[in-house]
Each structure stands twice: as C-alpha cells, then as structure tokens.
C-alpha cells in the first residue's frame, strides 16, 4: 500500500486484496490484503475475486471523473472509468471499490494500479505489486 499526499486530498491509499465488503456504519471489511507481493504456487492463474480499493482521506475538492488502469505482467492493460460517488463535503473521506471477477495472472513481475482523475496526464495516485510464484522466487 503506497500512500500519497496529493491536492485532491490530504492522502490517498491503494491498497489490494481479494474481497470487499459494504459494513453498516460507513465501514469496509477487506479480506486478503496483500503488501508488497502476491505468491502463487504456479503460473498462470485464475483468481476467483480480485479487488483495487482507493481511499482518499479529507477530501480536499471533488472530481467529476476517474480511470484505473491496471498493469499486470506482460498483459494488456485493464482499464475502468466512472464517476465517482456522490460528491462529499470538504474534509470528508471517499472511498473506490473496483472489483476483479476471475482474473487471470499469467506471468510474474510487477503489476501497477494508476488512477488518473479528470483527464489528468499524471495519475493523482498509483501503486505497485510484485507477483511471484512460490516461496523460493521471493528476493531478500
């Protein structure tokens, strides 16, 4: 998880894992956060439910529109555009929920998640995650 201080808001965080859930209370439950690397016993695979979570604390201005692109390994990139929720007052925190079904992994090396607001040419956050296969493959 990479964390950003931006002019959209005071931070932002992408953070990757393999559920989401909705809580009542304004919360969310994330089920299967990885870190830095995703391990696998073998390439290629197919995850059942993959998901990119973008979380912006104290929203400093809204934005009308977003694009995630997601690069994994040696694949063409995954693209999402949308508006974003409602718009919220100043300070107040947003959340993105972008959800993956049956996602397939072929090829190890670094995968990135860039989301890019309003058209910008520079995403206003991004993350990386290194996909490896089995322990044996992890650097020190």
Same mark, same amino acid.
């Given at each position: 998880?990479?964390v950003?201080?931006?002019?959209l808001? *005071?931070k932002?965080y992408?953070i990757?894992c393999d559920d989401?859930?909705e809580?009542?209370?304004n919360? /969310?439950?994330?089920?299967?956060?990885?870190s830095?690397k995703?391990?696998f $016993?073998?390439?290629p695979v197919?995850?059942?439910?993959?998901?990119?979570v973008?979380? +912006?604390e =104290?929203?400093?201005?809204n934005?009308k529109?977003?694009?995630l692109? +997601? =690069?994994?390994p040696?694949a063409? $990139?995954?693209?999402v555009?949308?508006?974003p $929720?409602?718009?919220?007052?100043? =300070? *107040?925190n947003?959340n993105l929920?972008?959800?993956?079904?049956? /996602?397939k @992994?072929?090829?190890?090396?670094?995968?990135?998640?860039?989301?890019? @607001?309003?058209?910008e040419?520079? $995403?206003?956050v991004?993350? *990386?995650i290194?996909?490896?296969?089995?322990?044996k493959d992890?650097?020190k």
């Open positions: 998880m990479d950003a201080e931006m002019k808001a *005071e932002a992408i990757f989401v859930r809580e009542v209370g919360k /969310l439950s994330l089920m299967g956060v990885y830095k995703i391990v $016993p073998s390439l197919v995850m059942r439910s993959f998901h990119i973008v979380i +912006f =104290n929203l400093k201005k934005f529109r977003f694009n692109v +997601f =690069n994994l040696e063409k $990139p995954l693209e555009s949308g508006t $929720p409602a718009p919220k007052d100043k =300070n *107040e947003m929920l972008l959800g993956y079904a049956a /996602l @992994i072929e090829k190890p090396g670094i995968a990135s998640a860039k989301l890019f @607001i309003d058209g040419e520079k $995403p206003e991004q993350s *990386e290194e996909i490896i296969t089995a322990m992890v650097k």
